[in-house]
């Protein structure tokens, strides 16, 4: 099984990002499909999730910005990321259940 993240890059701040998790090996299980985000010396933490029925969930600091979504047909799942700050700078991962992509660095300039 892999999930493999892309669509990370610098960009400067109010900039827009799109990533993409491509899941290999399996298909989307009922549980829960997440990101989550590690900035250099804080712990990782989770960012939004979207659940089978399609109920999406944010932390408070990303509401309003970005969006998760998912593409059964294709076995991907994305998070849409505009008006980006410098402190949304960090190594993003999709999740779901016990596995996990091996990031992808979002940069953000001031």
């Known amino acids: 099984v892999q999930f493999v993240e892309s669509g990370g890059g610098l960009v400067q701040a109010g900039g827009s990002l799109r990533l993409s998790c491509a899941v290999s090996g399996r298909t989307f299980s009922s549980g829960d499909m997440r990101w989550f985000r ?12 979207m659940d089978s029925m399609g109920t999406r969930r944010y932390i408070s600091s990303v509401k309003g910005r970005f969006t998760i979504s998912r593409n059964y047909a294709k ?3 994305y998070l849409e990321m505009i008006s980006l700050m410098p402190e949304d700078t960090a190594v993003y991962y999709c999740n779901q259940d016990d596995d996990w992509g091996q990031g992808t660095q979002v940069t953000v300039s001031s």
């Open 75 to 77: 076995n991907e799942m």
């Open 38 to 49: 590690q900035a250099p010396g804080k712990e990782r933490e989770w960012v939004a999730s």
